[in-house]
């Protein structure tokens, strides 16, 4: 190498060993100095200087999974969830942002495990928990209550948005039905009549409150929906789009709905693109109104159910951590089993009063 040539880069990270090696001592009187491990040889001042001098040199840094493994604690909290399609999934991020806030407030790093749906979760969820974690959320598991029996005991969990509750892992969800409620029942004082439910999944259990909470608006008012009035998507802006699409198609000639009540804030901005590419107004022709209070739902002035998408992430790290310390230390802790957080409904600006002159489907 030539003499002014500037040294060779490191292709690996230093070891205690190469700091040793560097300082001149063993690599355990390194690791006694640089993280306070124990050895039975006192450790002078001047070996101590020529250790910290050579960690600087060789730019070391502690190997925090070494660390994590000999307390049995890698300060690393995982959250599970299902991303599909091109779409991004904003319900997923809003809850995401309220778990990384909570982990920055407890001191510990996150990390988020994807699958292609739950069906694989039995092999792939204990992959996940292998030491590398010391907690997992699981964020809308499509689970059975029986999941308990293979889901790992030695990693403690919770579930946000669960649609079956599992023994052993505390739920974390919001008010679908009561916020489902008091949207619809907004648009029925009003004086809209004909309100079209664009529904999530059959069988999931946000969707079915959400379809509960129109029914019981309606019932209370004295009104009972065509069963024609409910149609069910995915929650998705392709779902919504696709399956006003449908109904549409199969009502032309027909009066156009009042108003659209859709179980999530996705449907409703693709019920928004359809009802435009179709010529028609919000909120003056039809009114819109959606579920979540999502980024695009709060840019679009959405009219919608707010659902604590945020604390419920927070939330879910503060019941975890719980859980998490109260395993390390071997002492009993009470966590509800079951924690429903509250909904609020949002004005936005596509909720009008019904026109008094009604279009027709074309």
């Keep these: 190498m030539p003499k002014n040539s500037p040294p060779s880069r490191r292709l690996r990270a230093a070891t205690l060993s190469d700091v040793g090696r560097e300082a001149g001592v063993s690599a355990m009187a390194a690791s006694a100095v640089l993280n306070g491990a124990q050895t039975s040889t006192r450790?002078?001042?001047e070996t101590r200087a020529r250790v910290i001098a050579a960690a600087e040199k060789l730019n070391y840094r502690p190997n925090a999974?070494?660390?994590?493994?000999?307390v049995q604690r890698m300060n690393t909290l995982g959250m599970v969830a299902t991303l599909l399609g091109d779409e991004p999934n904003l319900y997923f991020l809003e809850v995401f942002n309220g778990v990384m806030?909570?982990?920055?407030?407890?001191?510990?790093t996150t990390t988020v495990f994807t699958m292609v749906d739950w069906d694989v979760a039995r092999h792939q969820?204990?992959?996940?928990?292998d030491g590398r974690i010391d907690g997992l959320i699981l964020l809308a598991p499509l689970l059975e209550a029986d999941a308990a029996e293979w889901l790992p005991r030695h990693t403690p969990m919770v579930s946000v948005h669960a649609n079956h509750e599992i023994p052993g892992v505390p739920n974390l969800e919001s008010d679908d039905e009561g916020g489902a409620y008091r949207a619809v029942r907004r648009l029925l004082e009003l004086g809209h009549r004909r309100i079209l439910h664009v529904g999530g999944p059959i069988g999931t259990r946000g969707a079915e409150r959400r379809l509960g909470g129109y029914l019981r608006a309606h019932a209370e008012a004295g009104f009972t929906p065509l069963p024609e009035f409910v149609i069910r998507t995915d929650f998705t802006v392709e779902g919504g789009r696709d399956g006003l699409e449908a109904w549409l198609v199969r009502h032309a000639?027909?009066?156009l709905p009042d108003a659209i009540f859709a179980a999530s804030d996705a449907v409703a901005l693709g019920?928004?693109?359809?009802l435009i590419v179709r010529g028609h107004r919000v909120p003056a022709d039809i009114s819109l109104v959606g579920f979540d209070n999502t980024l695009l739902a709060r840019a679009a002035?959405?009219?919608t159910v707010s659902q604590p998408l945020g604390q419920l992430g927070r939330q879910a790290v503060d019941t975890l951590m719980d859980l998490i310390e109260a395993r390390?230390?071997?002492t009993p802790v009470h966590v509800a089993t079951s924690t429903v957080l509250p909904t609020v409904v949002v004005p936005g600006a596509t909720l009008f009063a019904p026109r008094t002159t009604k279009i027709t489907i074309a």
Excluded: E, M, W, Y
């Design 271 to 274: 019920c928004f693109d359809r």
């Design 43 to 45: 450790i002078s001042d």
């Design 125 to 129: 969820v204990p992959k996940f928990c």
């Design 101 to 108: 806030q909570g982990a920055a407030a407890h001191g510990q």
């Design 65 to 70: 999974t070494a660390r994590g493994l000999a």
């Design 328 to 330: 390390q230390d071997q």
């Design 301 to 303: 002035r959405l009219s």
């Design 253 to 255: 000639g027909q009066p």
